[in-house]
């Protein structure tokens, strides 16, 4: 458990570096979406292709990893789904907040994951990642999509639209970039350098751009229901992926990363899809600051379980 400490400490003290900046003013809180937004289009683009473009992939192994990862997220969406009138009984809750908790439990903070895994396993984690965007996002992205228009039925999701969405989400691009590199005999050298010298600035920029979107008083406006994106994505979740797994037969590095996967905090980005579609993009905003302060318990816990199960020293 030691090790998972210290491999979560410079990850926790940049994100609660990224608050204290936000909030003491001295990157007003209009400059951050910039920022976001340059980790968003550019940095981690840059890290997912040189990540995928220098790794040694397997194909042929990699299919139980790519397995335990769809099955983890068409489950996960598959019970929510099922359990969408039950929930939106017990906590209240209109079709626009629980497009919003569907949101929050399914999608994951991949900027996080990242430092954290390249912190953990490095080289070899970050590609097992990358591979991950590659599977999980394009599904995670239409899901999501249906789930809003069929809640609150502002925006049809037509064919064209829900493509648009996939064609424009840079960490696609990223990974499709990647691949084709890959399968060329990697990238030229001075793009490489060019590309991991960005890589690498997306790893620390983008844990002060999470802590720079922390809100209290979100948090404190909210109703009881944001509790439920807590629990259902830190630890329904997670136990979903350690589940997967083990019926995949999965151990080490890989287990490790499809557990991370799940056990970290929601994607900052889904709350402008929430706006932009008629979701509750306020509760989306409470549950992103509650589940990273409270991610803060559970992290250690299931990556210190995952290292466990998966014959890792922890």
């Known amino acids: 458990m030691s090790a998972v400490l210290d491999a979560l400490m410079p990850v926790l003290s940049l994100i609660l570096l990224g608050f204290a900046l936000r909030k003491g003013g001295v990157i007003p809180r209009a400059q951050w979406r910039g920022i976001e937004q340059l980790c968003y289009w550019l940095l981690f683009p840059a890290l997912l292709i040189v990540s995928i473009a220098s790794a040694r992939l397997d194909l042929a192994a990699l299919v139980p990893y790519a397995s335990a990862l769809l099955l983890m997220v068409i489950s996960g969406t598959g019970l929510m789904w099922i359990f969408r009138r039950r929930l939106m009984r017990l906590l209240d809750m209109d079709g626009a907040t629980w497009s919003s908790l569907f949101q929050t439990v399914t999608r994951w903070n991949g900027f996080l994951a990242m430092a954290i895994i390249d912190k953990l396993s490095g080289e070899a984690g970050l590609a097992l990642l990358a591979v991950a965007f590659a599977v999980i996002v394009p599904y995670l992205n239409v899901a999501n999509v249906l789930a809003i228009a069929a809640s609150v039925g502002r925006t049809r999701p037509t064919p064209a ?82 589940l997967w797994g083990q019926v995949m037969g999965l151990a080490g590095v890989p287990l490790l990363v499809l557990t991370m996967a799940a056990a970290v905090p929601t994607a900052v980005n889904g709350y402008m899809l929430a706006r932009a579609m008629g979701g509750d993009a306020a509760y989306y905003a409470a549950a992103v600051t509650a589940q990273v302060m409270a991610s803060v318990i559970t992290l250690p816990l299931f990556i210190w379980l995952a290292m466990w199960l998966g014959g890792l020293s922890g």
């Open 161 to 242: 639209f829900i493509i648009r969405q996939l064609v424009r989400n840079p960490f696609i691009i990223g990974v499709g970039l990647g691949l084709v590199f890959h399968f060329l005999g990697g990238l030229p050298d001075p793009v490489e350098t060019a590309l991991s010298l960005l890589g690498r600035a997306a790893l620390g920029v983008s844990l002060l751009v999470v802590g720079a979107g922390l809100s209290w008083q979100a948090v404190k406006a909210a109703r009881a229901g944001v509790m439920a994106s807590v629990g259902l994505r830190l630890v329904g979740m997670p136990a979903l992926a350690l």
